[in-house]
C-alpha cells in the first residue's frame, strides 16, 4: 500500500522556469492538500481540495496552481519559478467530512530555485 | 482566519523530566490534531481530538482539548531521548465555505538531553 506519492523527490529550477509537482493518493481519500516547509515558519498551507474538480486558496497560495482533475492526483504548478519558492513540499490527504480528517503525508519534495 | 500558535517554539529538556507544549487557536473547531516530525522525514499523526474535554494517552505523551478555551495541551512525562522530535498541532474547519481548511501550527522542537 503506497499511501502518498509525491514525485519528483528533488527538484533544481532557474529563476523563471516552470514545474509540476505530482501528488497521488491510493486510500481514496477526498481532500488533498500542498504545504511547503520553511525553517522557523511550521507548515503553511498552499491550496487544497475537498474533491475531485475543487481547488481552494490556502495561506499562501500566490505563484502556484493546483488541479484535482482525477480524485487520486493533486497537481502543484510553479508558473515562473522564484528564489522564495525554494521550500519543502509536502502534500497530503484525508478522509475528509463529519468524522476525523487525520491526514497521511508523502515523503516530501525539495524545491531549489536559482 | 483561522490562525494556530504553538509555544514554545523550542524546547530542551532533561531525561526524566516532564513539560507542557501548548496550542491556541483562533476560531471555532472542535477537531485538533497533534503531529510527530522526525530530522529529514515526513509528518506522522498522534493524536486526533473531537470534543471538549477529550484526553489521548500513548505512552510519555497525553494530548487534551479545551474547545471552550480554543486551547490543547500536549504533556510530556519523565522525557526519554526517543521523543526528540518537532511536534506540531494542527486544527481544521469542518463548517461553510472554509470546509476542509486545516492549518498547522509553527511546531515545537524538542530536544530532550541525558
Known amino acids: 500500500n503506497a499511501g502518498v506519492t509525491q514525485t519528483p523527490k528533488f527538484r533544481v529550477l532557474k529563476t523563471g522556469q516552470s514545474m509540476t509537482l505530482l501528488c497521488a493518493q491510493d486510500?481514496?481519500?477526498?481532500?488533498m492538500y500542498w504545504y511547503r516547509q520553511d525553517p522557523g515558519m511550521g507548515l503553511r498551507l498552499i491550496h487544497y481540495?475537498?474533491?475531485?474538480?475543487?481547488?481552494a486558496k490556502g495561506e499562501v497560495p500566490d505563484g502556484y496552481n493546483v488541479s484535482r482533475l482525477k480524485k487520486q492526483n493533486f497537481l502543484l504548478g510553479l508558473e515562473s519559478a522564484a528564489p522564495s519558492q525554494t521550500s519543502v513540499y509536502f502534500c497530503?490527504?484525508?478522509?475528509?467530512?463529519?468524522?476525523?480528517?487525520?491526514?497521511?503525508f508523502g515523503a516530501g519534495s525539495r524545491l531549489t530555485v536559482l | 482566519e483561522l490562525k494556530v500558535e504553538q509555544n514554545p517554539l523550542f524546547l530542551s529538556m532533561q531525561e526524566g523530566k516532564n513539560y507542557t507544549i501548548y496550542c491556541n487557536y483562533s476560531?471555532?473547531?472542535?477537531?485538533l490534531y497533534w503531529y510527530r516530525q522526525d530530522p529529514g522525514k515526513s509528518l506522522e499523526s498522534l493524536f486526533v481530538?473531537?470534543?471538549?474535554?477529550a484526553v489521548k494517552q500513548e505512552g510519555r505523551l497525553m494530548a487534551s482539548l479545551d474547545t471552550k478555551a480554543r486551547l490543547s495541551t500536549l504533556h510530556i512525562t519523565a522525557a526519554v531521548h526517543d521523543l526528540s522530535a518537532t511536534y506540531f498541532c494542527?486544527?481544521?474547519?469542518?463548517?461553510?465555505?472554509?470546509?476542509?481548511?486545516?492549518?498547522f501550527g509553527k511546531g515545537t522542537k524538542l530536544s530532550v538531553k541525558p
Open positions: 486510500m481514496n481519500h477526498e481532500y
Open positions: 476560531t471555532t473547531s472542535d477537531r
Open positions: 481530538l473531537l470534543s471538549n474535554g
Open positions: 497530503a490527504s484525508g478522509s475528509g467530512g463529519r468524522g476525523a480528517n487525520v491526514l497521511t
Open positions: 481540495s475537498v474533491g475531485e474538480g475543487t481547488t
Open positions: 494542527a486544527v481544521d474547519v469542518n463548517y461553510g465555505g472554509s470546509q476542509g481548511n486545516l492549518i
